[in-house]
Antibody
Framework: EVQLQESGPGLVKPSQSLSLTCSVT????????WGWIRKFPGNKMEWMGY???????SYNPSLKSRISITRDTSKNQFFLQLNSVTTEDTATYYC?????????????WGPGTMVTVSS | DTVLTQSPALAVSPGERVTISCRAS??????MHWYQQKPGQQPTLLIY???NLESGVPARFSGSGSGTDFTLTIDPVEADDTATYYC?????????FGGGTKLELK
């Protein structure tokens, strides 16, 4: 079964970049689509973006100038970079597999990693 | 963006039937999906495309709706169903989530 695991720093200073890794086992990231979602304190959830099986990307317009999603197929990992973070980026970050057939939904999620933006 | 509105919280007794609603600010066809999130865990997929039960999910869960109004039903509710339930649409860009409905058992 596919499993996803997020990793990265739990604390980031304001104005710096947030970088997270999603390690995938049991399934190749050269198949399907793979996304990042975050959950803010207070429970609001936001889809951030995804990377496709071919490496193309799509981002939430609210983040488009600050976000980048990339991948390393040799390690079966994909990555999130969010630049110029503020305290409002404090959230739990999840990576997920996106079912694509041609309908889209998140069918497997990682356990999430909490990131706090604070000086 | 498509706004999805859910009631913030519900409290029911085990064995009862509960319906959780999700209203979209514009049509999302049937591209509405439901997730369950228990405290300290990641969300898990319950229902996709409005009414399709994800593999392994108990048949107590069902979904219905199209356009702008959707419902997740749990019948009968069990103690293990204590969780927050989110709807999510993938018809309009960007994909959006509802604010979540916290289900508590009396």
């Amino acid at each position: 079964e596919v499993q996803l695991q997020e990793s990265g720093p739990g604390l980031v200073k304001p104005s710096q970049s947030l970088s997270l890794t999603c390690s995938v086992t049991g399934y190749s990231i050269t198949s399907n689509y793979w996304g990042w979602i975050r959950k803010f304190p207070g429970n609001k959830m936001e889809w951030m973006g995804y990377i496709s099986y071919s490496g193309s990307t799509s981002y939430n317009p609210s983040l488009k100038s600050r976000i980048s999603i990339t991948r390393d197929t040799s390690k079966n990992q994909f990555f999130l970079q969010l630049n110029s973070v503020t305290t409002e980026d404090t959230a739990t970050y999840y990576c997920a597999r996106i079912f694509w057939g041609p309908y889209w939904y998140f069918d497997f999620w990682g356990p999430g990693t909490m990131v706090t933006v604070s000086s | 963006d498509t706004v999805l509105t859910q009631s913030p919280a519900l409290a029911v007794s085990p064995g009862e039937r509960v319906t959780i609603s999700c209203r979209a600010s514009e049509s999302v066809s049937t591209l509405m999906h439901w997730y369950q999130q228990k405290p300290g865990q990641q969300p898990t997929l319950l229902i996709y495309l409005a009414s399709n039960l994800e593999s392994g999910v108990p048949a107590r869960f069902s979904g219905s709706g199209s356009g702008t109004d959707f419902t997740l039903t749990i019948d009968p509710v069990e103690a293990d169903d204590t969780a927050t339930y989110y709807c999510q649409q993938s018809w309009n860009d960007p994909w959006t989530f509802g604010g979540g409905t916290k289900l508590e058992l009396k």
